[in-house]
């Protein structure tokens, strides 16, 4: 099945812990992308991935980092989280950048206390 | 500044009647536009996209959605509305321009309630 998984699917944890949010997709993607999920505000771009190796900002990187070492996997890392980083995440994936429909993965929430 | 506006927080749709979500969008270059819908507990989902055309795009679940230039304007439509329908709804616009298209941007969402 075609899908975008994301690990963990909750996570509570403490300011200033080191943590990794997983993201795998298996349907041979080139494009990928991390978004966060805040109410009032939609989905904003954190980082995206036009290949491997190829990484960039989005719209709100600040506090986020990432890695494409493969193709399948791009998973977004919070090196020293803060509060103001609670929130519901989602990874998603598509053919490549201009490709019309991205896949979603179940989403991820963080909280940081 | 590219932008897409939601101007509804909710809408509320007794069953079997017409639904209309409202989106408009502000953006230099030609942009395409999409709707996705998120049910509880889920990932955004592919809903339908207007690149060029018919104005009038149909799209899945019996959804559709009229392309406005004049009015920069994309609503989404359902001519009678089921509970299920019930979610969060989407708005997203990505630019195209000069052959390059960029990332996609979002609305806020709406959330669509729908009464037995």
């Known amino acids: 099945e075609a899908q975008v998984t994301q690990n963990p699917r909750y996570l509570i944890t403490v300011t200033g812990k080191k943590l990794t949010v997983t993201c795998s997709q298996n349907?041979?993607?080139?494009?990928m992308s991390w978004y966060r999920q805040d109410p009032g505000l939609g989905l904003r771009q954190i980082y995206y991935?036009?290949?491997?190796?190829?990484?960039d900002k989005g719209d709100v990187p600040e506090g986020y980092k990432v890695s494409r070492k493969e193709k399948r996997n791009f998973p977004l890392i919070l090196e020293s989280p803060s509060p103001n980083q609670t929130s519901l995440y989602f990874c998603?994936?598509?053919?490549?950048?201009?490709?019309?429909?991205?896949?979603f993965g179940p989403g991820t929430r963080l909280t940081v206390t | 500044a590219q932008s897409v506006a939601q101007p509804e927080d909710q809408v509320n749709v007794a069953e079997g009647n017409p639904l209309t979500v409202k989106c408009t969008y502000s953006?230099?270059?030609?942009?395409?536009l999409f709707w996705y819908v998120q049910y509880p507990n889920r990932g955004l989902q592919f809903l339908l996209k207007?690149?060029?055309?018919?104005?009038l795009v149909k799209g899945s679940y019996g959804f559709e959605a009229e392309f406005n230039k004049s009015q920069t304007s994309f609503h989404l439509k359902k001519p009678s509305a089921l509970v299920s329908d019930s979610a969060l709804y989407f708005c997203?616009?990505?630019?195209?321009?000069?052959?390059?298209?960029?990332?996609?941007?979002f609305g806020k969402g709406t959330k669509l309630s729908v009464k037995p």
């Open positions: 998603a994936s598509s053919l490549n950048r201009g490709s019309y429909e991205q896949y």
């Open positions: 349907m041979n993607h080139e494009y």
């Open positions: 991935s036009m290949n491997v190796e190829v990484t």
């Open positions: 953006v230099s270059g030609n942009p395409y």
């Open positions: 207007y690149i060029t055309g018919d104005n």
């Open positions: 997203a616009v990505r630019i195209v321009f000069g052959g390059s298209q960029g990332n996609l941007i």
